[in-house]
């Protein structure tokens, strides 16, 4: 019993983990568009605030990604092992 | 302490707006189905709370990383998004942790300014093809 608590738990972790792996992309791409966004404005500088406006808005949408592995990892540390070990010890008993 | 620029105070004010909106329908949905508590609201004002800020500072990061130099800017992106992670992280595993928010309303509000943001595509998608501008670019 405590060695299935103990794997299930290894699990949960190992999940959340690996969840987090997604959060690494936005960041590069926030980059990526902040740079482009530059070059943008140094072309055309009367267009800074509309290019800004964009860049805010799709700089937050990038964000989701990391936001949906950010939700999926504490759900799987805070709630999913309390759930899982109800669920087994009721399948067992 | 230097001047905020227009543009992120207009994004932040109606991204606000929007959430404002949404987590008054969230608290109509939980009061349709019977589950509404006061948790339901606790939890709501907390992440729609963290929803808000974490736009705000990415706004403000935004235009700040903008004066920076080309090899900087994405280091400076990546170490702010990161500290708003923490922040969130922090935030909402104390909301989830503790019994006094509600797991659904701390995790759903996160999500609101992205619906603000689709819908705000929509809207610029719909003036841009009323106003002709898609056709005449081709």
């Known amino acids: ?93 | 302490m230097k001047r905020i620029d227009p543009t992120v105070i207009a994004e932040t004010r109606y991204v606000a707006a929007f959430v404002a909106i949404l987590s008054v329908l969230l608290q109509a949905v939980f009061l349709i189905i019977g589950k509404w508590d006061i948790t339901v609201l606790l939890g709501n004002i907390l992440s729609a709370l963290v929803a808000i800020v974490n736009f705000f500072l990415l706004g403000v990061t935004v235009t700040k990383a903008m004066t920076k130099d080309e090899k900087d800017m994405g280091a400076y992106m990546k170490l702010s998004k990161t500290y708003r992670f923490l922040m969130v992280i922090l935030i909402c595993g104390l909301g989830i942790y503790f019994k006094c928010f509600n797991d659904i309303a701390v995790i759903v509000p996160l999500f609101f300014p992205n619906v603000a943001i689709f819908i705000r595509g929509f809207k610029l998608k719909n003036q841009t093809t009323s106003e002709g501008g898609e056709q005449n670019a081709v």
């Open chain 1, 1 to 93: 019993m405590e060695i299935a608590i103990g794997i299930m738990l290894c699990g949960c972790a190992l999940g959340a983990g690996i969840a987090m792996i997604a959060g690494i992309g936005p960041g590069i791409g926030e980059g990526n568009a902040v740079a482009k966004a530059c070059e943008a404005i140094g072309r055309q500088p009367e267009s800074k605030s509309a290019v800004t406006s964009t860049l805010i808005m799709g700089c937050a949408l990038a964000e989701t990604t990391g936001l949906y592995a950010l939700v999926i990892a504490l759900l799987l540390i805070l709630l999913a092992p309390g759930r899982f070990v109800d669920i087994l010890v009721a399948a067992v008993k």
